[in-house]
């Protein structure tokens, strides 16, 4: 695709970063928090409710599920609503849901409510990240680095979560189903991050869209089989990626770790991942083909085994520092590779396409490696199976070309 010339050269200026920073906080609500929370939950719920691996896993499954349900709606919605009020709309849903998930016990209810919040989520991320690749559109010179810092919203929900969780589990863990007050304080914190949003949503639907430019080699529209092996990497970074988030804090709790050692890797991967965006902004930028997704995907697959060999602290300490600093990452170079290979008119038709892979893959992992758990080898082998998902993922990648 030729150089969009008629996109405005414009200097970044702080209105531009304080959006950046604005948005991230819709990565924070869907993922960091509404998603990835549950791991730090689901240790004292298993124990409590008496739950299998099987069926812990199965909690993520329905949240993926309706994360992939959410990404076919999310087009549609688009053609009536704009990505902002999408943005805002669906964080303030999420919210909900996540307060809701502390009145119940039954596995059933429970279910329902991480159905429901992962549609929610998954509205909030599309509209998000089109959001974010319009600005970086607006400011292409930093625009890797832009739609890095969305993505590494993430890692705010992650650390917020690292703080509130083990604390609210340990302070109330005399009471009955003392678990449910995290629920509470997380609602909370998605509420807040929910009231920041308005303020992009707004501003930025006074934009006009990215000029397309004159006509390009390239396709203007996005077809599925032009990004057939992107799509299928993304879709075992889904499988694989969400095996670890899911379950790597019921392993380390497993092997006897404390909850402040828990606490300190939780919060450290999610710092790794707010610095994830400065790290990885120039591999975005330099490559129009799927040799980021590859890289990255790979990278991940080390991260993901290596709490699967051995318990050595420093070891595990890294294994969480590196998975931080690259899973969203992952996420953001499958929106550069549709920015720099669509015009922006087809920028929400391919966002949604590599989302609803992303949830297909998502729907498959909890389960699997919770079946692989309740069997020999137990959390162990189930990281295994992850890490084998991503880099068989990285090797479809490295056969996706610039269009």
């Given amino acids: 695709m030729a150089p969009q010339a008629s996109t405005p050269q414009l200097a970044i200026d702080a209105q531009a970063w304080g959006l950046a920073l604005a948005l991230s906080l819709g990565a924070a609500v869907s993922l960091g928090i509404t998603r990835f929370a ?27 599920l309706g994360y992939f349900i959410g990404a076919l709606l999310t087009p549609r919605l688009l053609r009536s609503r704009g990505p902002g009020e999408l943005l805002w709309g669906g964080a303030l849903l999420a919210t909900a849901f ?27 991320f599309v509209a998000g990240g089109l959001l974010a690749a319009r600005l970086g559109a607006r400011y292409p010179r930093h625009s890797g680095l832009l739609l890095g810092m969305y993505y590494g919203g993430t890692g705010l929900g992650i650390v917020a979560s690292a703080v509130l969780v083990p604390w609210l589990l340990e302070r109330f863990a005399a009471q009955l189903h003392g678990w449910q007050w995290s629920w509470w304080a997380l609602a909370l914190a998605c509420g807040l991050g929910t009231a920041v949003l308005v303020w992009p949503a707004r501003v930025m639907a006074r934009w006009a869209l990215p000029a397309a430019g004159a006509a390009t080699a390239g396709p203007q529209q996005f077809h599925w089989t032009d990004f057939r092996y992107g799509l299928a990497g993304y879709t075992l970074f889904g499988v694989g990626y969400i095996g670890y988030m ?35 902004a120039g591999l975005l930028d330099r490559h129009r083909n799927g040799r980021p997704l590859a890289t990255l995907n790979a990278l991940l697959g080390v991260a993901t085994i290596l709490p699967a060999l051995t318990q050595w602290w420093p070891v595990v300490l890294a294994s969480g520092l590196l998975f931080g600093a690259v899973f969203l990452s992952v996420v953001a170079s499958t929106t550069a590779l549709v920015r720099h290979n669509l015009p922006p008119v087809a920028w929400a038709a391919g966002i949604s396409a590599f989302t609803t892979v992303f949830a297909a893959g998502q729907i498959v992992g909890p389960t699997v490696v919770g079946w692989i758990a309740d069997g020999p080898g137990g959390l162990a082998r189930g990281l295994v199976f992850s890490a084998c998902a991503l880099w068989l993922g990285a090797a479809l990648a490295t056969r996706q070309k610039a269009l």
């Fill in 38 to 64: 549950y791991g730090l939950l689901l240790p004292a719920m298993r124990t409590d409710l008496g739950w299998s691996y099987t069926l812990a896993g199965a909690m993520n499954t329905a949240n993926a």
């Fill in 98 to 124: 996540m307060a809701l998930s502390g009145f119940f016990t039954d596995a059933t209810a429970l279910l329902v409510q991480r159905l429901l919040a992962g549609v929610a989520s998954a509205l909030v």
């Fill in 246 to 280: 899911t379950f790597v804090v019921a392993l380390l709790r497993s092997q006897g770790t404390s909850a402040a050692a828990v606490t300190l890797f939780y919060a450290l991967l999610g710092v790794a991942v707010c610095a994830s965006s400065r790290i990885w």
